[in-house]
């Protein structure tokens, strides 16, 4: 009697409803997606011919090999840049270090295919640089479009996340393993092979993967500076919104590949990462000491180079949206006019992206912090599965998970399809980590006694998480909640395959301005975003009281 | 291939902020050396200027005849243990201790053979292939102090290397660290800020305070004759008493109140203080006293008695109000009640005096 009131209290239920949650709207869809993808579109019949089709034409395979490249060179020239980085402002004292930390995550936060589109017109065919150089030197650039342009894009998107990742793991080392190593006569670079990038070895493979995941899903930038490259995030959404000639089954069938290989990569990661992991706490962490000299000097010239740089794309977007435009290109002199034309003639995205993003978090709020609860406190097989369900979005790339959802709500019992309901559920799936995995974070660090303290005094299990629990885990909650908000407000990759004209959101406006050609109005959209995402960080900075953001 | 170091006016700034000002010691070749000190006193900061860790601001640090002020850790040859045991997570115990070796033109046979030598000598040969996490903090301690003499060093350096130990781990790891380090011969500087610990390992020791060294002695000196107030109630524990000294035809005597006067021999106050009665400061460690039933003495009221089985606590109130400890070893009888009234006097030839602030013991050296 005792045992069975206590495995079927009132967290069970909220289990079983948010599982339900996780069937319906992201196992559900990854089914029928699975299943579309193995039967002829218009017979009906079981057929292999998508997977055929896909394997047997260059075009096709040519696209998966781009994307396995531009993944891999991305991951690995992020991680090659971003460790030396965060090594030196780890231990090199850099004047306005903690301004520099907070340009440097902004300038992650945008969406991609802003950076892609500030860098065509930076160094495209028509871009300033590139006139200028030509016009002062002589010389013609090298061509962005394609492989070069998309790994420039990305690598500089990516660096931060590597970065950040790495400087908490350079927190967690302790400067006695440092001073130990050197006590036995190692310094410089032997020091640094031996011993610190051995234990920041699994930090920088979880941030590898982040980085490969997002490089591999990542839509609006091949799609804008990739002209003739074809990456697999393209191939499906042309193969998905081609008027003519579009066929949802093999765009279904292109996401499984995908999907498997993500899958695959994940899997391959968490073998390798978990056989390499080790727990450090820091009695004595490394601290940024004030160094003198040409090493100095070189220190600071690197760190506000790659500030510099990283940033460069938001200051010339904003730059331009003050610019004055006639008709699509920009000319001499400075007005509001880009904002004024913005305003007028898709203001409404603005709205529909604030009601669209609020509804997203307060569920993703209620749902994570419930989410973290019972992982964390009730594990069972069911919260177990709710754990791996909750890490989907990981592997699956915004643009198949948009697929996935259209193709399964499209048609009865349940059609949602076109409805802001559809763009909510996305939002809700794919940004959820965020606040579950800081919402956990906290919780690890709540005695459960307390618990139990409320309970043994009478409070129910629902006024003890309601009235003691949830309110010790609230800063935890908010940080991450405001992750969740950022990266929903420069969504694009899902939003751009499941929005209509009235579920329109702010980034899917500028992609289309972008793709037209009114880079005035584009620049406008993206500096108020930019505005929001700024505040946004600097509210979180301010809240948490930290410098920077753990992902 | 131990060596003596010999440091001379030694400074440590931390910008405007003096840590230690002018501080000098010498450590003899193979001695087992301690700092001991409250938190915050510089041992630790001491210790880590001979690491090589710490700048030093002023004065020298010698390595026998060799000023080392700009040497590199890793050229000086020490051997360190640090608080937090510094064990590299990512390497086996084995990979650990050849860790200092591999960076020496050593053969890789040669480095097993030390590696297994050493292992023997810390007795945690069976755990050689396992990783520092699937360790307990004990074993950890002697991964750590393996690490640090496989390497032959000139000087052994060790920061508070028990604190992280519980207490009967402690006793035992000290005894371990005693022991290996007599074996070894290593010059040895050991920072503690317990004081038992720093009796139990100490062929010398140096309390510290504030920068400064305020008594350097053996285990004994200390304990019995230390140097100030502050050594004298840092060093166990002591009551001490306001009382005066007089001196009457050669002899001294001390008047600790209540008209309880008791001579007492070794003791030398200098000229220039020398007056017919000073008052002074009288440290009396609780073992020091002597309860009388005979009416001799300071009046006293047991408050509480601790029967801790070989000795037996008294917490007594002297008709000054001020409250003493007194232990005294257990006896059969029955143990004197709360309320009772006792008389006390002490022990002239172990008790210490002070001049009135402290700073100075007027009592005579002790007879070792």
């Given amino acids: ?551 | 291939m131990s060596v003596t170091i010999s440091i001379q006016d030694l400074v440590k700034k931390y910008g405007e902020t003096t840590v230690i000002p002018e501080l000098s010691v010498e450590i003899q070749k193979g001695e087992f050396f301690t700092l001991l000190g409250p938190s915050g006193c510089g041992k630790t900061t001491l210790l880590r200027m001979i690491a090589g860790f710490n700048s030093i601001e002023g004065g020298t640090i010698n390595f026998n005849d060799k000023v080392i002020n700009n040497v590199e850790p890793g050229k000086r040859n020490i051997g360190m243990v640090f608080q937090n045991y510094a064990i590299f997570p990512h390497l086996t115990v084995k990979g650990n201790i050849a860790f200092g070796l591999q960076n020496r033109k050593i053969s890789k046979p040669e480095i097993a053979e030390k590696v297994d030598e050493i292992l023997k000598v810390v007795q945690i040969e069976q755990y050689k292939d396992r990783m520092p996490k699937n360790l307990s903090g004990g074993q950890q301690q002697r991964v750590a102090l393996a690490r640090a003499i496989v390497i032959r060093p000139d000087v052994l350096l060790m920061d508070e290397p028990l604190s992280n130990l519980d207490a009967k781990l402690r006793i035992d790891m000290r005894n371990a660290i005693k022991e290996i380090q007599r074996e070894v011969g290593i010059t040895t500087v050991y920072v503690t800020h317990d004081q038992e610990e720093a009796m139990a390992v100490s062929d010398r020791i140096a309390v510290m305070k504030s920068g400064v060294i305020q008594h350097l002695g053996t285990p004994q000196e200390i304990y019995q004759r230390p140097a100030n107030v502050f050594v004298a109630t840092f060093i166990g524990r002591t009551n001490i008493i306001e009382g005066t000294l007089q001196h009457e035809h050669g002899q001294y005597s001390l008047q600790m109140g209540q008209g309880y006067q008791e001579p007492i021999a070794n003791i030398q106050v200098p000229k220039s203080e020398m007056k017919s009665t000073l008052p002074v400061q009288i440290s009396v460690r609780p073992e020091e006293f002597n309860i009388r039933q005979d009416q001799q003495g300071m009046k006293a009221t047991i408050v509480h008695s601790v029967f801790l089985g070989q000795h037996t606590h008294y917490f007594v109130d002297l008709a000054s109000g001020q409250r003493v400890e007194i232990t005294q070893e257990s006896q059969t009888a029955e143990l004197l009640s709360p309320g009772q009234t006792v008389y006390l006097t002490v022990k002239p030839d172990k008790i210490n005096v002070y001049d009135i602030k402290g700073e100075l013991n007027y009592t005579g050296r002790v007879q070792l």
């Avoid at chain 1, 409803?17 to 193995?38: E, G, H, R």
């Avoid at chain 1, 234990?199 to 997002?214: N, Q």
């Avoid at chain 1, 309601?466 to 969504?491: D, N, Y």
């Fill in chain 1, 1 to 551: 009697m005792n045992r069975s009131r206590k495995r079927f209290d009132v967290w069970t239920n909220i289990s079983l409803l948010i599982f339900l949650f996780y069937i319906v709207f992201l196992a559900l869809p990854l089914f029928t997606m699975l299943i579309k993808s193995f039967y002829n579109g218009t017979t009906g019949d079981f057929s292999l011919a998508y997977f055929v089709k896909f394997f047997s034409k260059p075009y096709y395979l040519n696209a998966l090999f781009n994307s396995i490249k531009v993944t891999v060179c991305v991951t690995i020239l992020a991680a090659v840049i971003a460790t030396p980085l965060a090594y030196i402002m780890s231990t090199v004292k850099i004047k306005g270090s903690s301004t520099i930390r907070i340009l440097i995550l902004i300038s992650s936060m945008s969406a991609p295919f802003i950076g892609a589109y500030s860098w065509i017109l930076l160094l495209g065919r028509n871009g300033v640089i590139t006139k200028f150089v030509k016009s002062v030197f002589g010389i013609t650039m090298p061509d962005i479009y394609g492989f070069g342009g998309i790994l420039l894009v990305l690598t500089l998107q990516m660096v931060p996340l590597i970065f950040m990742y790495v400087s908490g793991a350079l927190k967690s080392v302790d400067q006695s393993l440092m001073e130990a190593a050197e006590s036995m006569g190692y310094k410089g670079i032997s020091k640094m092979r031996k011993v610190l990038l051995p234990l920041i070895t699994p930090t920088l493979m979880a941030g590898g993967l982040l980085v490969f995941m997002r490089a591999l899903a990542d839509f609006g930038t091949p799609m804008l500076i990739g002209e003739g490259y074809k990456t697999v995030p393209v191939l499906i959404f042309n193969e998905f919104i081609s008027e003519v000639g579009g066929d949802d089954g093999f765009a279904a069938a292109i996401s499984v590949i995908v999907v498997i290989f993500a899958t695959a990569v994940f899997l391959l990661q968490k073998f390798v990462s978990n056989r390499k992991s080790y727990t450090m706490s820091a009695l004595n962490p490394i601290e940024p000491k004030k160094k003198s000299g040409i090493g100095s000097i070189l220190a600071h010239i690197v760190i506000y180079l790659y500030t510099l740089l990283a940033l460069l794309p938001q200051l010339y977007v904003i730059y331009t949206s003050f610019q004055k435009t006639s008709g699509r290109i920009f000319v001499k002199g400075y007005s509001l006019d880009s904002y004024r034309d913005a305003f007028d003639s898709i203001g409404g995205a603005i709205q529909n992206t604030f009601v669209l993003a609020i509804s997203s978090l307060v569920i993703i709020i209620l749902l994570a912090v419930l989410i973290a609860y019972v992982t964390v406190r009730r594990k069972n097989a069911l919260t177990n599965t709710l754990d791996i369900f909750t890490m989907f979005p990981y592997i699956v790339p915004g643009s198949i998970l948009g697929i996935a959802l259209l193709i399964t709500f499209n048609h009865k019992p349940l059609v949602i399809s076109g409805t802001a309901i559809i763009i909510i559920v996305s939002f809700v799936i794919r940004r959820l980590p965020y606040t579950i995995r800081s919402s956990a974070a906290i919780l690890h660090q709540i005695n459960g006694g307390i618990e139990e303290a409320a309970i043994s005094l009478g409070a129910s299990q629902m006024k003890t998480f309601f009235k003691i629990t949830l309110p010790m885990m609230l800063a935890g909650v908010v940080s991450g909640a405001i992750l969740s908000w950022v990266t929903i407000i420069t969504e694009l990759s899902t939003s751009i395959i499941l929005y209509t004209a009235k579920t329109k959101t702010v980034t899917v406006a500028i992609y289309t301005e972008v793709v037209r050609g009114n880079y005035g109005v584009a620049a406008a959209l993206s500096t108020v975003l930019t505005v929001i995402t700024v505040v946004s960080l600097l509210i979180f900075l301010k809240l948490s009281g930290q410098k920077e953001i753990s992902m």
